[in-house]
């Protein structure tokens, strides 16, 4: 009876445990969302600026529909805004805009900053009601000393409308992988396949603009599978100089080749040119990415490039979780080894037992 006792008290405290310190860790609230926005049905982009004056808008409550808030029969566009404070003593440098299930396209801003998108606007329509919004901020984008505003463009073609349901607000988690150097927010896209995507000088001005991380099914590439491409330019800190760096990209679904400079540095899986010999059956959409930087590779205070071949084989495709950006080595492997220690210490309590 006490060995029963004990290997089911093992068990417990294994569970909570596991609850408490498997990554991702559960989100913390920084700033509570829900309650009374400011609202307006049609459709003006200038409606995304934080110096727009929305004094005599009307107010909904959030989340619901906005049918049951009064706008019963609407469909079409909607605006909503709401503004409010952001803890000016908050350390790290990712929190997360949740907005719950909206009916049924969104563009979202954050003091006039795209933060994401989930669905396609007409003429080429998609609805994504049933896509939960979970969009990456980088804490660079607030204002910690005043006004912060979110607004939120949104079409809906039938039924309820809006801001729908789900735990609104933004979060953090602590103790987070966090990347020094944060790439995630705006990329440019094409589906297709030319190696060619990978050097520096390709001319990407022409590209669709996508969110990363986030499917590219949700954000207007409904049903594709097959290759597309990925790429961004950017700048290092020389903070960063004489430092081993690491490349983390989150996860992607389902296989990736990764360039640096026109420079491979990393893959999961193995693509073949002719798609009909790719293999996705060891689940390389679950691994996560961390690619090692040779050193010199990276420029400073000069223009870098990050092309991302990626092969899709069926459902959904793309970057679609992070974190995604550079990070020291030493950080990487201090993050990696601390998270070894633990599931050393579930192991050792099944063993005992």
């Known amino acids: 009876m006490v060995g029963n006792t004990v290997k089911y008290f093992s068990i417990i405290l294994f569970t909570v445990l596991l609850t408490q310190t498997a990554w991702p860790q559960k989100k913390k609230r920084l700033v509570n969302l829900k309650g009374y926005w400011k609202f307006s049905i049609g459709d003006n982009m200038n409606?995304?600026?934080p110096s727009y004056n929305d004094d005599n808008w009307e107010e909904i409550k959030v989340p619901d529909y906005w049918e049951n808030e009064g706008f019963y029969g609407y469909n079409g566009y909607a605006w909503y805004r709401i503004h409010f404070s952001f803890p000016d003593d908050y350390k790290n440098s990712v929190v997360y805009l949740e907005l719950g299930a909206i009916d049924d396209v969104d563009q979202t801003y954050l003091n006039g900053k795209?933060?994401?998108?989930?669905?396609s606007f007409p003429p080429k329509y998609q609805s994504a009601y049933s896509i939960y919004r979970n969009y990456t901020v980088e804490t660079s984008y607030f204002n910690k000393n005043g006004d912060n505003v979110i607004a939120v463009r949104v079409f809906d073609s039938e039924l309820g409308g809006g801001i729908a349901k789900g735990t609104i607000g933004l979060y953090y988690i602590p103790n987070e992988l966090l990347a020094e150097l944060n790439l995630e927010g705006q990329w440019k896209f094409k589906t297709g396949d030319n190696k060619e995507w990978k050097d520096i000088n390709v001319n990407d001005n022409d590209w669709t603009t996508l969110i990363v991380p986030g499917y590219w099914e949700n954000q207007g590439f409904k049903k594709y599978d097959g290759y597309a491409w990925y790429r961004k330019t950017f700048k290092v800190r020389n903070n960063l100089k004489g430092?081993?760096?690491?490349?983390?990209?989150?996860?992607?679904d389902d296989l990736d080749e990764v360039y640096v400079n026109g420079q491979l540095v990393g893959s999961t899986g193995t693509m073949h040119d002719n798609p009909k010999y790719n293999s996705i059956d060891n689940k390389e959409y679950d691994q996560f990415r961390g690619y090692y930087l040779p050193a010199g590779l990276i420029k400073f205070d000069e223009d870098n490039v990050i092309a991302v071949r990626v092969y899709d084989g069926w459902r959904y495709g793309g970057i679609y979780q992070g974190p995604i950006g550079l990070i020291s080595q030493e950080h990487y492997i201090k993050f990696w080894r601390h998270q070894s220690s633990k599931e050393n210490i579930f192991e050792s309590i099944f063993k005992s037992n």
């Open 114 to 119: 795209l933060i994401g998108t989930t669905g």
């Open 243 to 252: 430092k081993k760096l690491v490349l983390m990209m989150g996860k992607i």
């Open 47 to 49: 409606w995304a600026s």
